[in-house]
């Protein structure tokens, strides 16, 4: 058994406050995982604990063997909310080396949770209790599952003997996440415990990663047996196909030398294979431009002249244009969503699709693919790259330059008021472009896409697929706990914004400077926009009171600035980027912008909305 142990007992030092006793669970070996799948993105890898062996260790209860298989798991901060049926787990939290946060509502924990995964490439761990803790999980667990987010969630369950009885706070954990994780146990036997925790980590974070729920009843949490670190896992039918056929992958790099007019089309699976080098590598290489998805933002530097920014309902007309016009269309890493496709007949109409990613079941799901490659995107791109050739491709070239130069982004920049989208491009401007930046879900988030140019994987971090509003405060208070040097802005929605602001005070608590900055369009602005444009402007129930947002941050301890001139935008965030504090800024922004270009809903991606506007203000 392979030991690759790095991250003693000691790293753990500052958390701790416990007895000497505890360091001898410390002590328990690594991860098996590294001998099973050489070269896989292991949770935890190298943070092992010292010893690395198989050996037994004294009889132990079901929480201390849950606490010390997540220590092995390489766990150092987790995300949680006791109750009645986990407290036992909870109990050998209170002197374990874990840095724990404990959000104010359990979705926000998930989403910390996930922020945290998104920001690290770490899996992202949160806790809860039975029933109504647990149900506050799912639309984290949905999130996370619908953007391929590794996380693992322990749930309490109540004991064995009870389920099925309705008992005080019993809920089908199992049952009702089953449609919004990976995969989910519970267990019933303390002897499968190290087992399956081990198993939830590696199947949270290979293949396509996703969440993974491990519910644990209270008598299963006190009941003792022997820990075995190196316990095997027993996942017969889990085998994540790591390198593309090689027969495919020749196919492939054939049809990108043979193309005249090639787009590479990348999602969030360049992100979590940590395939960001070779995915420029390739489109350098062999002089591709490159189109991203939502998720995949910052998976190739938007400031490279490659670089179509995002396509699809609310992507660039260039990215659009390029896509149904390619003679090839290489998508890796990206699943075909139906906000990227537009109506699907009318898409790529002329393009040979290559389809690369980990998933088979993704493949040719929405779209044909003439040449499928299942695999992980970082063999597979490095492999590409070896049998690549460079093409000038001047026409190709040409004629996206003159999309780019007719129907760039833009907004009436000329506005007394504030437009969104200007605050959006200063904080870019300010920051550098170096911001982890989160978001809401709404005409923000999009106009966040369209006007922050993202440089690197892992800076942009959105619910894509569900579409969950209320997950940029607490995702960027994960993403902060991750990454506690960089500056973490949260560019939220007024209303996204107050389904988790009880978070503030978390942020507070845990002496996070994340910044916040609220686009207070008064409405729910996406809503109001389709309700405007399909709905004969009736904005039925799309409008909400907000209560004063700096007071109501100045109430929860965080810094509070409200921003009405648009000279002031500047300064605000300027002052905002100094605070220690966590710190909101509300800024009244024009209330009835749009976002341009717009494909309606059934449409092909070339037939936008809005283009005469952008080309007016190009
Ligand atoms: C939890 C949840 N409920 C409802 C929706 C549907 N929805 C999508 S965008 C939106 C409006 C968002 O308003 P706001 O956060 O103010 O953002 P804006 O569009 O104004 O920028 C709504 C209600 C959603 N995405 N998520
Ligand atoms: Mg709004």
Same mark, same amino acid.
């Given at each position: 058994?392979k030991?690759d142990?790095?991250?003693?007992?000691?790293?753990?030092d500052?958390?701790?406050t416990?007895?000497?006793e505890?360091s001898?669970i410390?002590?328990?070996g690594p991860?098996i995982?590294?001998t099973?799948l050489?070269g896989?993105?292991i949770a935890?890898a190298?943070?092992t604990?010292?010893?690395?062996?198989?050996?037994?260790t004294?009889?132990r209860t079901g929480?201390e063997?849950?606490?010390q298989?997540l220590i092995d798991q390489?766990?150092?901060?987790?995300?949680?909310?006791?109750?009645g049926?986990?407290?036992?787990?909870?109990?050998?939290?209170y002197?374990a080396?874990?840095?724990?946060?404990i959000?104010?509502h359990?979705?926000?924990?998930?989403?910390?949770a996930?922020?945290?995964?998104?920001?690290?490439?770490?899996?992202?761990?949160i806790?809860?209790?039975?029933?109504?803790?647990a149900?506050?999980?799912v639309?984290g667990?949905g999130?996370?599952m619908?953007?391929s987010?590794?996380?693992?969630?322990i749930?309490?369950?109540v004991r064995?003997?009870l389920?099925g009885?309705d008992?005080?706070?019993?809920?089908d954990t199992?049952?009702?996440t089953?449609?919004v994780?990976?995969y989910n146990?519970?267990?019933?036997d303390?002897?499968?415990l190290a087992?399956?925790?081990?198993?939830?980590f590696?199947?949270?974070?290979?293949?396509?990663p996703?969440?993974?729920?491990v519910?644990?009843?209270v008598?299963?949490q006190?009941?003792?047996t022997?820990?075995?670190?190196?316990?095997e896992?027993?996942?017969?039918?889990?085998k994540p196909?790591?390198k593309?056929?090689?027969?495919q992958?020749?196919?492939?790099a054939e049809?990108?030398n043979?193309?005249?007019k090639?787009?590479?089309?990348?999602?969030g699976g360049?992100?979590s294979a940590?395939?960001?080098e070779?995915l420029?590598?390739?489109a350098k290489?062999?002089h591709?431009p490159v189109?991203?998805?939502?998720l995949?933002?910052g998976?190739?530097?938007?400031?490279?002249?490659?670089?179509? $920014?995002?396509?699809?309902?609310?992507?660039t007309?260039y990215?659009?244009?390029?896509?149904?016009?390619? $003679?090839?269309?290489?998508?890796v890493?990206?699943?075909?969503?139906?906000?990227v496709t537009?109506?699907?007949?009318a898409?790529?109409p002329h393009?040979?699709?290559i389809h690369i990613?980990i998933d088979?079941a993704?493949i040719a799901k929405n779209?044909r693919?003439?040449?499928p490659?299942?695999g992980d995107a970082?063999?597979?791109?490095?492999?590409l790259v070896?049998?690549?050739?460079?093409?000038?491709?001047?026409?190709?070239?040409?004629?996206?330059a003159?999309?780019?130069?007719?129907y760039?982004l833009?907004?009436?920049r000329?506005?007394?008021?504030i437009k969104?989208?200007?605050?959006i491009?200063?904080?870019?401007?300010l920051?550098?472009g170096?911001?982890i930046?989160t978001?809401g879900v709404?005409?923000?988030?999009?106009?966040?896409?369209?006007?922050y140019?993202?440089?690197?994987?892992r800076?942009?971090?959105t619910?894509?697929?569900?579409g969950?509003m209320g997950?940029g405060?607490p995702?960027a208070?994960?993403a902060?706990i991750?990454m506690?040097e960089?500056?973490?802005v949260?560019i939220d929605?007024?209303?996204?914004f107050?389904?988790t602001?009880?978070?503030?005070r978390t942020a507070?608590?845990?002496?996070?400077p994340i910044?916040?900055c609220i686009?207070?369009?008064?409405y729910?602005?996406m809503?109001?926009?389709w309700?405007?444009?399909f709905?004969n402007?009736?904005?039925?129930?799309s409008?909400?009171?907000?209560?004063?947002?700096?007071k109501?941050?100045?109430a929860?301890g965080?810094?509070?600035?409200?921003v009405?001139?648009?000279a002031?935008?500047?300064?605000?965030?300027?002052k905002m980027?100094?605070e220690?504090r966590?710190?909101?800024?509300?800024f009244?922004v024009?209330?009835?912008?749009?976002v341009?270009p717009?494909?309606?809903?059934g449409?092909?991606l070339?037939e936008?909305?809005?283009l005469?506007l952008?080309?007016?203000?190009a």
């Amino acid at each position: 058994m392979k030991s690759d142990s790095s991250h003693s007992a000691d790293s753990f030092d500052k958390f701790r406050t416990g007895s000497a006793e505890k360091s001898s669970i410390l002590k328990t070996g690594p991860s098996i995982l590294s001998t099973v799948l050489p070269g896989l993105r292991i949770a935890g890898a190298g943070k092992t604990g010292s010893l690395g062996s198989t050996k037994l260790t004294a009889s132990r209860t079901g929480a201390e063997i849950a606490v010390q298989s997540l220590i092995d798991q390489g766990v150092d901060t987790m995300f949680g909310y006791p109750g009645g049926v986990i407290l036992p787990f909870f109990d050998k939290l209170y002197d374990a080396p874990i840095r724990f946060i404990i959000p104010r509502h359990e979705q926000g924990g998930a989403h910390m949770a996930d922020g945290y995964a998104r920001a690290s490439g770490r899996v992202g761990v949160i806790v809860a209790t039975s029933g109504p803790g647990a149900c506050n999980l799912v639309t984290g667990l949905g999130t996370a599952m619908m953007d391929s987010i590794p996380i693992v969630a322990i749930t309490g369950q109540v004991r064995t003997e009870l389920i099925g009885n309705d008992a005080f706070q019993e809920a089908d954990t199992t049952g009702i996440t089953r449609p919004v994780t990976k995969y989910n146990c519970i267990v019933k036997d303390v002897k499968d415990l190290a087992r399956t925790i081990k198993e939830a980590f590696f199947i949270a974070s290979t293949g396509r990663p996703g969440p993974v729920v491990v519910d644990l009843p209270v008598d299963v949490q006190v009941a003792k047996t022997e820990y075995d670190a190196g316990v095997e896992m027993r996942l017969p039918g889990y085998k994540p196909k790591i390198k593309g056929h090689l027969r495919q992958v020749s196919m492939a790099a054939e049809a990108i030398n043979k193309s005249e007019k090639p787009v590479l089309y990348v999602g969030g699976g360049i992100i979590s294979a940590n395939a960001g080098e070779e995915l420029r590598a390739l489109a350098k290489k062999a002089h591709l431009p490159v189109t991203m998805t939502l998720l995949g933002l910052g998976s190739y530097d938007q400031n490279e002249a490659e670089s179509l $920014d995002m396509l699809g309902m609310h992507g660039t007309a260039y990215a659009n244009y390029a896509v149904q016009e390619c $003679d090839l269309l290489i998508a890796v890493g990206a699943r075909f969503d139906d906000r990227v496709t537009g109506k699907v007949k009318a898409f790529a109409p002329h393009a040979k699709v290559i389809h690369i990613d980990i998933d088979p079941a993704s493949i040719a799901k929405n779209v044909r693919a003439d040449i499928p490659v299942v695999g992980d995107a970082k063999y597979i791109l490095t492999e590409l790259v070896n049998q690549v050739e460079y093409r000038e491709r001047k026409e190709w070239f040409t004629k996206i330059a003159q999309w780019k130069k007719k129907y760039p982004l833009g907004y009436d920049r000329k506005s007394t008021n504030i437009k969104p989208q200007y605050v959006i491009e200063q904080i870019c401007e300010l920051t550098g472009g170096d911001a982890i930046i989160t978001t809401g879900v709404g005409q923000h988030q999009m106009w966040t896409s369209q006007f922050y140019k993202f440089k690197r994987p892992r800076q942009f971090i959105t619910s894509g697929g569900l579409g969950t509003m209320g997950f940029g405060l607490p995702a960027a208070i994960g993403a902060q706990i991750a990454m506690p040097e960089a500056t973490v802005v949260d560019i939220d929605g007024d209303h996204s914004f107050n389904m988790t602001l009880t978070e503030l005070r978390t942020a507070v608590q845990y002496e996070l400077p994340i910044k916040v900055c609220i686009m207070n369009n008064g409405y729910m602005g996406m809503v109001r926009q389709w309700q405007e444009l399909f709905y004969n402007k009736r904005y039925s129930k799309s409008y909400l009171a907000n209560p004063d947002y700096s007071k109501v941050a100045e109430a929860l301890g965080a810094v509070g600035i409200t921003v009405e001139k648009k000279a002031d935008v500047p300064k605000a965030i300027k002052k905002m980027l100094t605070e220690k504090r966590p710190c909101v800024v509300d800024f009244r922004v024009e209330p009835e912008e749009n976002v341009w270009p717009m494909v309606a809903a059934g449409k092909g991606l070339h037939e936008m909305d809005g283009l005469d506007l952008l080309e007016s203000m190009a």
